[in-house]
């Protein structure tokens, strides 16, 4: 009897369909792993831009919240150096502060003078040259052609009676003269043709506030200050960023 040759076991073909499967999965499981990979990356970058974009916003809004914080801020430091001015105005008996007409701002050719209806005048036409920015403190008249040209450029005039009657008192004189020595933009002139009555001027374009000779040091320093916390380098100066 012819003996049964045993069959060998072959694990290749057992294990065959087992690989098989795999590779198919393998197949299915790469697309959807990189589809799982690039929606990842998707809500990343979405997320990333949603997180710059509220980071502009919040930063554009608080630029502008600070901005409005300073206007408005501005605003009231501008209308409490106005009521302290005017305040100051009250108690001294000077006049509330006048807007003049503006006259003009028209150059005199070389050599030629003007005259002026208003005293002291805060507008019209005047010299090429403005007074220079140094002494700030006369003791003697300047020539007022100068000096409005110095109004354009946004500069304070004080103007003061030295004379009769109706003189300003040489302490406050004194305190002026150390106020306009240190500040720029400002003059002090005594000035001749000042109305009856008024003993102090202070004068910037198209602005004029009048005080008596009975005004006090603390009062016209402070009305003077007040005056230019208002109006130097400001206010109504057609040139008023010009040095």
Known sequence: MASKKRRRHNPRRTDAPVATVDRAAAKHA????????????????RRRRLARRATTWGIVAAIVALAGAFVASQELESRRIAGEGDRL???AGCTPLEEKPDLGRTHLPSGQTTTYEQH?????THDLAPLPPSPAVYTSPVPEQNAVHNLELGYIVMYFRSGGDDRLPNGVV???????????????????????GTALALAA??????CP????????????ESFIDRFRGGGKAPEASVP
Request: proline fraction near 6%.
């Open 30 to 45: 790469h697309p959807e792993e990189a589809r799982r990979r690039r929606e990842a990356i998707e809500r990343s970058i």
């Open 89 to 91: 105005a009250v108690a």
């Open 174 to 196: 004194g305190a002026l003269s150390e106020l306009a020595s240190g500040e720029t933009k400002v003059i002090l002139a005594p000035y001749p043709k000042l109305e009856q």
């Open 213 to 224: 000779n009975t005004v006090t040091v603390s009062q016209a320093t402070g009305l003077a």
């Open 205 to 210: 374009w198209d602005e004029l506030q009048q």
């Open 120 to 124: 002291p005048a805060t507008s019209g």
